[in-house]
């Protein structure tokens, strides 16, 4: 691989720790497979100086899995399956960690049920991510949409509210926040005129 961080000078691993963060969020926002490289690179320097962190695990693990929606299929499996290990490896270094439910719940998600892919471990997951810290709106909402992709109406208007009452802690809750609320009303309205349909006859 061909890596975009040339820095001028000696950085420790807090400094990288923050340069693999800024350019993961530059790949969530312009969809770029170049800032999840970068991120990878930023977090295994990181890595190579000795952290050993749940939290480090967790962003190699996220860093991977990003990296492998931008790429063919045949890196798209290899980078899924160090995505998986690093997640897992971040579990074992800490049983609690709420974010590294929510990324292996994403994980069962997005592979297909020949790689490991499993509804019920999604859901599981997720759930897991939400009694740890029950104030991520990004552990809720993917809940939400969840509960929608399984057909499941009640329980994801029920998060969408949930949703709405919550404080924001990540620049990007305004934006789940704004999607919670759409689907509060597009789904509320529709439930509502169905109940008040009355039998013919």
Avoid at 113 to 119: K, L, T
Avoid at 153 to 172: D, H, M, N
Wanted: glycine share 6%; proline share 4%; charged share 30%.
């Amino acid at each position: 691989m061909e890596w975009g961080i040339h820095p001028t000078k000696d950085l420790d691993p807090e400094q990288w720790m923050r340069i693999g963060e800024a350019h993961f969020r530059a790949g969530l926002l312009k969809k770029e497979r170049r800032y999840f490289k970068d991120a990878v690179y930023a977090f295994n320097r990181a890595k190579k100086m000795g952290v050993q962190t749940a939290d480090l695990y967790c962003w190699l693990a996220r860093s991977y899995g990003y990296l492998a929606l931008h790429v063919n299929l045949l890196s798209r499996i290899f980078y899924a399956f160090i995505s998986l290990r690093f997640v897992r490896r971040a579990l074992k270094r800490d049983g609690n960690h709420a974010f590294s439910y929510y990324v292996l719940g994403m994980w069962f998600q997005q592979a297909p049920s020949w790689a490991g892919g499993d509804p019920e471990k999604v859901l599981r997951n997720l759930d897991k991510a939400v009694e740890l810290q029950s104030d991520r709106i990004i552990f809720r909402i993917a809940r939400a949409r969840w509960f929608l992709n399984r057909n499941m109406k009640e329980p994801a208007l029920q998060e969408c509210r949930r949703i709405i009452e919550a404080p924001s802690v990540e620049p990007e809750d305004g934006r789940r926040k704004g999607e919670a609320n759409d689907i509060l009303e597009r789904y509320t309205t529709e439930i509502e005129a169905r109940r008040g349909l009355k039998p013919v006859g």
